[in-house]
């Protein structure tokens, strides 16, 4: 079946452009988290949805961050008025529930703030 | 706080020979879980094991084999008769039962297998 996927492949934006990021879960998946991945800081969590709710989004970096999910499924992240160094790939992943499962991840989004 | 340390930042070896990818963790958990993934060059994280606190069999994969050992905190990762394919990031991760269902993970260790 379809793994995650994510929207756009790749983003390049300039500082102080809001942006916006899309993940599609594995169907069927009702946990959804966001992570980021970049060389200073290698890969961080950003927050967890358990269906539409983030129980846990004490990983976003600063209120310049959010992010929904609609209807058990699409996450999507907001960046306000992005900044150099939210240049970063950032990764999605899905599991079959709240759990310890396996989390399958996305090809991420490349976001790169000139 | 929980966290993964990956000593090796980089490892070179020659086709067929075995590597092993070292793991360290620190929990105040009783029950926690640690896994392994890869990052080969396309980018994209792939599952390869998931171990709980719990059992420390040994677990073997084909040319994969992982060895947990709580005394040490630690949850090797050893790659036998390595080959080109096996080139990637390789990154250990801790999940807590007390903190929810994030992941922390390593820095990573970058494989690179010549021929």
């Known amino acids: 079946g379809a793994g995650v996927s994510q929207s756009p492949s790749n983003k390049v934006t300039e500082k102080g452009k809001d942006v916006e990021l899309r993940c599609d879960p594995i169907s069927g998946h009702t946990a959804l988290y966001w992570y980021r991945q970049s060389l200073g800081q290698g890969l961080e969590f950003l927050i967890y949805?358990?269906?539409?709710?983030?129980?846990?989004k004490s990983g976003l970096p600063s209120d310049r961050f959010s992010a929904e999910r609609t209807g058990g499924s699409v996450s999507t992240l907001t960046i306000q008025r992005t900044q150099q160094e939210d240049s970063a790939v950032y990764l999605c992943?899905?599991?079959?529930?709240?759990?310890?499962?396996?989390?399958?991840f996305g090809p991420g989004t490349r976001l790169t703030v000139t | 706080a929980q966290k993964v340390t990956q000593a090796q930042t980089e490892i070179s070896v020659v086709e067929k020979e075995d590597v092993t990818l070292d793991c360290v963790y620190e929990t105040r958990d009783t029950t926690y879980y640690l896994f392994w993934y890869k990052q080969p060059p396309s980018g994209e994280l792939v599952f390869l094991i998931r171990r709980n606190s719990f059992d420390e069999q040994n677990e073997i994969s084909g040319r994969y084999s992982w060895n947990f050992q709580k005394s040490t905190s630690s949850f090797n990762f050893t790659i036998t008769a390595s080959q080109v394919v096996d080139s990637a990031v390789y990154f250990c991760a801790l999940r807590e039962e007390t903190s929810g269902s994030r992941l922390t993970f390593g820095e990573g260790t970058q494989l690179t297998v010549n021929p």
């Open positions: 992943a899905s599991t079959t529930g709240p759990g310890p499962y396996e989390q399958y």
């Open positions: 949805f358990q269906g539409n709710s983030a129980p846990d």
